[in-house]
């Protein structure tokens, strides 16, 4: 076992990026210095879903250095809200300061279908959890009203639109998963306001706002969300369908990035 610092080797990248479900594409357009499984590496856990790989990637992508997480832990899969905890405190603890987050998610929007990118604007945490429940300090209260940061979300806009590539923005609503949704979940999650559905990264946002990390979110759309299809929904479309826009995401992050951060 070693810490991030260890197997980072004085590489001090100040972005991080997760990878969700079938988003594992996105390592290619990285150089990468290091690869560590997450078994090796203190605070980390592998995550057990199938089309999540589980290793910390450090390298660049566009000139820019980056840590890359290729796979998170899920709420669902051992009913903890914080897993993803140890390894943002560990890239914390190594100076990372920004997150990029990725994941995938059903649409509410008919505009927005399968293969298109959303950016979130907002959440809504429909778990009925939160990963900083038991945190001591007052530090746990955390203001959301930011969460997404305001300038990161205007870069990423510029630069969709300057490579034409089409960015829905929305609000991504936190559901505990495994299950899908049922269709009048879907119906509820309208009328409340959301634009995607998915099962991920709420937590990861909570966590690094707490941490003092600025944010970034983007939602690959694999599907239409539960009921707007005459489709049952299920694991196997996630997988096939998120490489389609993980693959516009990948263009427009490493756009981003090659133009750095002041
Ligand atoms: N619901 C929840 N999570 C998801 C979906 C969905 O429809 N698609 C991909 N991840």
Same mark, same amino acid.
């Given at each position: 076992?070693?810490?991030?610092?260890?197997?980072?080797?004085?590489?001090?990248?100040?972005?991080?990026?997760? %990878?969700?479900?079938?988003?594992?594409?996105?390592?290619?357009?990285?150089? =990468?210095? #290091?690869?560590?499984?997450?078994?090796?590496?203190?605070? *980390?856990?592998?995550?057990?879903?199938?089309?999540?790989?589980?290793?910390?990637?450090?390298?660049? &992508?566009?000139?820019?250095?980056?840590?890359?997480?290729?796979?998170?832990?899920?709420?669902?899969?051992?009913?903890?809200?914080?897993?993803?905890?140890?390894?943002?405190?560990?890239?914390?603890?190594?100076?990372?300061?920004?997150?990029?987050?990725?994941?995938?998610?059903?649409?509410?929007?008919?505009?927005?279908?399968?293969?298109? &990118?959303?950016?979130?604007?907002?959440?809504?945490?429909?778990?009925?959890?939160?990963? %900083? &429940?038991?945190?001591?300090?007052?530090?746990? *209260? =955390?203001?959301?009203?930011?969460?997404?940061?305001? #300038?990161?979300?205007?870069?990423?806009?510029?630069?969709?639109?300057?490579?034409?590539?089409?960015?829905?923005?929305?609000?991504?609503?936190?559901?505990?998963?495994?299950?899908? +949704?049922?269709?009048? +979940?879907?119906?509820?999650?309208?009328? *409340?306001?959301?634009?995607?559905?998915?099962?991920?990264?709420?937590?990861? =946002?909570?966590?690094?706002?707490?941490?003092?990390?600025? =944010?970034?979110? *983007?939602?690959?759309?694999?599907?239409?969300?539960?009921?707007?299809?005459?489709? +049952? %929904?299920?694991?196997?479309?996630?997988? +096939?369908?998120?490489?389609?826009?993980?693959?516009?995401?990948?263009?427009?992050?490493?756009?981003?990035?090659?133009?750095?951060?002041?």
């Amino acid at each position: 076992m070693k810490t991030l610092k260890e197997a980072f080797d004085g590489f001090q990248p100040e972005t991080a990026l997760v %990878l969700g479900s079938g988003l594992g594409g996105l390592v290619d357009s990285v150089d =990468v210095v #290091s690869r560590t499984p997450y078994t090796e590496l203190e605070g *980390f856990s592998a995550s057990a879903v199938s089309g999540h790989t589980a290793e910390l990637i450090g390298g660049t &992508i566009a000139g820019h250095k980056v840590a890359v997480l290729s796979g998170r832990v899920h709420y669902y899969e051992q009913g903890d809200a914080a897993a993803m905890r140890g390894p943002l405190e560990a890239l914390k603890s190594v100076g990372v300061n920004r997150l990029i987050l990725t994941n995938s998610a059903g649409s509410l929007n008919e505009e927005a279908g399968p293969g298109s &990118i959303m950016q979130i604007e907002d959440h809504i945490n429909f778990s009925g959890t939160n990963p %900083l &429940i038991g945190e001591p300090t007052d530090d746990r *209260f =955390v203001g959301l009203t930011t969460a997404y940061d305001e #300038s990161l979300r205007e870069r990423f806009a510029d630069a969709a639109a300057r490579l034409q590539i089409p960015l829905h923005k929305g609000v991504y609503m936190w559901f505990s998963g495994p299950t899908f +949704e049922t269709p009048a +979940e879907i119906r509820m999650a309208r009328v *409340f306001g959301a634009n995607a559905v998915g099962m991920s990264t709420v937590p990861e =946002v909570i966590l690094a706002r707490f941490l003092g990390m600025d =944010v970034a979110a *983007f939602s690959v759309i694999t599907n239409y969300a539960a009921g707007m299809t005459g489709n +049952e %929904l299920g694991h196997g479309e996630t997988k +096939e369908m998120a490489p389609k826009g993980g693959a516009l995401l990948t263009q427009l992050i490493s756009t981003v990035l090659e133009e750095g951060f002041q």
